[in-house]
């Protein structure tokens, strides 16, 4: 149960953190945004090359937590660090999956930067997943982690994704 619930929070604090990053770069470069717990927009017009930087900053606290989960796993054997990069490595595998039908970050990055729809994504993602593999090498957690981690990254999307609705907007 301690993992299942350590998971769902990881996730969800995860989502609030890749979305609050996108939310401080688009107001640390003058923007008026707003924020949901899947989304930011800046309100307006924005520079292709504030767009990028918006647009890069989720990802990029998504994957410092990836690289601070694996650092943590593989230094010391610790179960929170593979928490934190499975969810890491989870969180951008579904939003590699979703940009089939809607551009996730990665992808916009790589379309305008000319290098191909898939590039970054599957650079990021497969690092991430890698990270993961090699952390749950050290870590070893047994096949039962396996379970309770599906439940709790199941409950903890489940949760982000379908309780939008519910959550509060921010606009600022």
């Not at 619930?5 to 989502?15: A, E, H, P, Y």
């Not at 949901?36 to 017009?45: E, K, Y």
């Not at 996730?104 to 000319?114: A, H, P, Q, V, Y």
Request: aromatic share 8%; no cysteine.
């Amino acid at each position: 149960m301690k993992t299942i619930t350590s998971i769902v929070l990881i996730v969800i604090l995860s989502f609030i953190a890749h979305e609050a990053a996108h939310f401080i770069m688009a107001i640390a470069l003058g923007y008026e945004a707003v924020a949901t717990i899947n989304h930011v927009r800046p309100v307006g017009p924005v520079e292709p090359g504030h767009a990028l930087l918006i647009a890069a900053a989720g990802p990029a606290l998504t994957y410092g937590q990836g690289i601070i989960g694996f650092l943590m796993a593989r230094g010391s054997a610790s179960m929170l660090g593979l928490h934190l990069v499975v969810v890491a490595a989870i969180q951008r595998l579904m939003a590699a999956i979703v940009s089939m039908n809607n551009p996730n970050d990665e992808m916009r990055i790589s379309l305008d930067l000319g290098l191909g729809q898939w590039t970054l994504p599957a650079i990021v993602t497969g690092s991430l997943l890698l990270l993961m593999i090699l952390s749950a090498r050290t870590v070893r957690p047994g096949w039962l982690y396996v379970f309770y981690a599906w439940l709790g990254l199941s409950i903890g999307f489940s949760l982000a994704v379908f309780g939008e609705p519910y959550l509060p907007v921010i606009r600022f």
